[in-house]
């Protein structure tokens, strides 16, 4: 274990149970760090199908889904940008939820987290099945292949790519996204002066009509549509679970969660107004909005070419393949420090030459290859596959990040460890209302499958609890987040704390 001239302690060398062994490799920066949580949330792929899942609810207004899906994960950003300035694990919330609520409290956390990645990750496998179909379509082959086998390939290429050193894992996601995002915004540009300059087909204009809400919309409504926007974020935390693998965690970590939420926020904003306005306004248009399976196709046909609409449905696909890597390489870090820290599942915790999971990711393949072959079993349909894994992953997503917030709250406005502005306790609150209200309003009156989607997820939760009142575990956790923290206490005060002595999680004392 060895201190670098940054004042931040490489444990790298070192396991957190206290033995010499081979560890996650700390060799990313800032830009990689935001590229892993970039490419997690996948922007473009994002795109490509929730605007239209948000048009379903709130018609031409679905830019209030995005509205208030920004406001709530940038409330809730607030939690993990303070408390990665204290605590860097490759567990995410696992260790921040552990290290504020209690080690119990922490491990149904990182379970939560866990089962969102793998869900979530094999909603956006999918959805590869949908638009590479939609892709072989447009290039005039007559081919048309079930879903599942683009989806099974995907899955073996996210293997093996997942299995390389990190910095490629990082770098191959940002640009994954940077070449579709181009063509995207190339496109929202393209479709905005052509309705501000009156060259728009069918007469359409420029106008305020994405902010016009339907007749009797009401918050709620808006909370229920908002779950297309929580999972438009999905995975801005990622970068979390570099916490280990990032060489200076504490500065580096909390400036790619703010890069990212900046980032992909803007670019989702622009792009759901433009296809708002790009189909129109009226009840036809937004009708053909919201049934579309390809608003980038659709939109790049009408207002720029069919060569743009093939080279976006591509991207999509690229986009779709960054997120499945990054939500099944997000999940298998979590599961290695959930393995290491418990001793439960040792073998889980090897690691490659490379120094990736490679046995965790493993066991996240094959539990995210069970979701896609039990989907496929239903007979459902590519377009209900994908919204009915992608639905229960928001919601295990969103437990996550209630915990995580509830510890935030009590960590730096309760623990008497830090001088934290009272006013701001505020920012956690009101996060944590929007984040239960949008839970509540995705598990309460809903219809068959989406009524079940809760009990599936309270489900797993109970199988996470009850596994934490195996004889030690708790006391084992609480050990090894308190060993990975003690490694951690050579690092410098944060810039916006107040330097003092540190403190047993990273912390100081006034």
Known sequence: MTTDQHGTTDSTSTSHSGHDAPGLRRELRVVDAAAFSVGLIGP????????????????????WAFVFALVAVSLVAYGFVKLSRHISHTGSVYATVGI?????????????LFFAYVTIGAGSGIEIGLFFSQLLQDLGMRVDPDWIWATLVALVLVVLLGRREVHVITRSLLYAELIGAVLVTVLNVVVLVRLAVGAAPAGRHLSWDFLALPSGTDVSLIAGAAVFGFLAFAGFEGAATLGEETSQPKKDIPRALK????????FYLLTIVAQTLGYGTTAGDVKRFAGSAAPYGDLARTYVGVWLADLLTLAAVVSLFAIFLGTLSGAS???????????LGRPVTKLSKQGSPVTALTVV??????VIVGERLTGAAVLDATYWALTVGTIALLVAYVLA?????????FSKRLRTPRWEIVVPVLALVLVLYTIYKNAVGLDAPYSWFPYIVAAWLLIGLAITFRRGLVERVRAALAASNATDDASPAPADEPSGEPDPVGGVRP
């Open 44 to 63: 473009v792929g994002v795109m490509a199908l929730l605007g239209a899942g948000a048009a379903g609810i709130l018609g031409r207004g679905a830019t």
């Open 100 to 112: 504020t609520l209690g080690p119990r409290a922490g491990f149904i956390a990182g379970w939560a």
């Open 259 to 266: 890069i990212a939420i900046v980032v992909v926020g803007a």
């Open 333 to 343: 870090r979590v599961l290695y420090a959930l393995s290491r820290d418990t001793g």
């Open 365 to 370: 393949a094959v539990l995210a290859l069970l």
């Open 405 to 413: 917030t509830v510890g935030a709250v009590k960590f730096l406005f």
